[in-house]
């Protein structure tokens, strides 16, 4: 295992994600338990420092589980994160009676690391309506207390959202999650993202490294240029090579559901074999012909959107159906557009196709807009 560093601590680079724990019979509330017990067993003995769970992973029982697999070994002898679950509208008044619970879940004192977890176009005016909520005023007198020794957040909004939560609250946080694999380094912004929490001096912890699995293996023609290149690495190795290869990266969580996938992640992280230029460009190519196929080829241009007698935001709704699209379904188009009013959404479209007349990709607009309203 190699490490990274961060404020004078040594950071496991693979961090151990509890939300794809093992299950019992496909049910993803029922954790089995022996296994997760072997397989926390296997990380320790292997060099994993770092722990990732949250409240709503696996129906609120990961941080039960991973309390009880933790709690055989000395504190001190592993880093522990766990996350506010503000994704649901629910629990925003809620931030000391469930952070009082976490610590009770995982029998813990304190936690090593704290994240608002999940800021996206959903709840940020919610994180950032301190006044109503007082969920930053909360966490902040926690970390004062010790109770949190390090604070930071976790993002899947868009850029915007992340820029309105740092400009807010940035000089406090520590460190940032981001979903960060090498299709959403151009997907989802990611290399934005990167360079703008940069900025600000903020280090990323990695979420979805192999974007939920489907970077564990490619096309057959994609994998040969990757084994000429690399014969003794392993197709999944590659994303994680990728991400070592960004100097902010510290921490790649992996959420591994067996045991089988822990062996072969720590095999990949018993070196650093961060990619040459070349392996970077190769990389860079699959992945672009990857996301060609099934999206629809918006290059943000605007035309359209002084056209749309709806004033809707077209390429921000194409690529929210991209991302639907792409990944099969999900929750990030959902969420987003979950902020919107309903005038502004897919199913606002009247099929004018104004918008089309003058659109140089000659995107049939009007149609995307109704197949993602039937998606929906």
């Known amino acids: 295992m190699f490490y ?47 722990y990732d769970t949250a409240w709503g992973y696996h129906g609120e029982n990961s941080e039960l589980v991973m309390g009880r697999a933790l709690g055989r070994y000395p504190r001190d002898s592993y880093y522990l994160a766990t996350k506010f679950p503000g994704y649901d509208p629910s629990n925003w008044g809620k ?15 304190y936690f090593d690391f704290y994240l608002f977890h999940n800021v996206c176009e959903m709840n940020i005016d919610a994180y950032l309506d301190d006044g109503k909520y007082g969920i930053y005023s909360y966490l902040m007198e926690q970390k004062r207390n010790g109770r ?87 197709i999944p190795a590659w994303a994680f090579r990728f991400l070592e290869s960004i100097p902010s990266v510290t921490v790649i969580l992996s959420g591994m559901s067996n045991e089988e996938q822990l062996e072969k992640n720590l095999k990949t992280f018993e070196e650093d074999r961060p990619l040459s230029e070349e392996e970077q460009a190769v990389l860079s190519g699959i992945a672009e012909k990857m996301l060609s196929a ?57 099929g004018c196709q104004s918008c089309e007349e003058v659109c140089p990709q000659q995107i049939r607009i009007s149609e995307i807009m109704a197949d993602f309203a039937e998606r929906l």
């Open 294 to 350: 099934g999206t629809v080829p918006c290059t943000a241009c605007h035309y359209c959107v002084s056209h749309c007698p709806m004033g809707l935001d077209i390429p921000r709704l194409i690529a929210l159906y991209n991302e639907h699209a792409y990944t099969g379904g999900g929750f990030i188009a959902p969420m987003a557009l979950a902020a919107l009013p309903d005038d502004k959404k897919p199913s606002s479209c009247i």
């Open 4 to 50: 990274r560093d961060f404020q004078g601590m040594k950071l496991s680079a693979l961090g151990f994600g509890a939300m794809r724990l093992p299950v019992i019979g496909g049910d993803d509330g029922r954790i089995d338990e022996a296994s997760v017990l072997r397989m926390v067993d296997t990380a320790m003995q292997n060099g994993i420092n770092y």
């Open 148 to 234: 949190i020794r390090h604070l930071g957040f976790s993002c899947h909004g868009a850029i915007d959202v992340l820029k309105r939560f740092l400009d807010a609250y940035g000089e406090n946080m520590e460190f940032c999650q981001l979903q960060l694999n090498y299709l959403d380094w151009t997907f989802q912004n990611g290399r934005e993202k990167v360079e703008l929490l940069g900025e600000r001096g903020i280090p990323v912890w990695v979420m979805e490294p192999l974007r939920g699995g489907k970077l564990a293996s490619l096309a057959p023609e994609d994998e040969e240029k990757l084994k000429a290149l690399r014969p003794d690495e392993e």
């Open 95 to 109: 931030v000391e009676e469930i952070f009082e619970r976490q610590l009770e879940k995982l029998g813990v004192e």
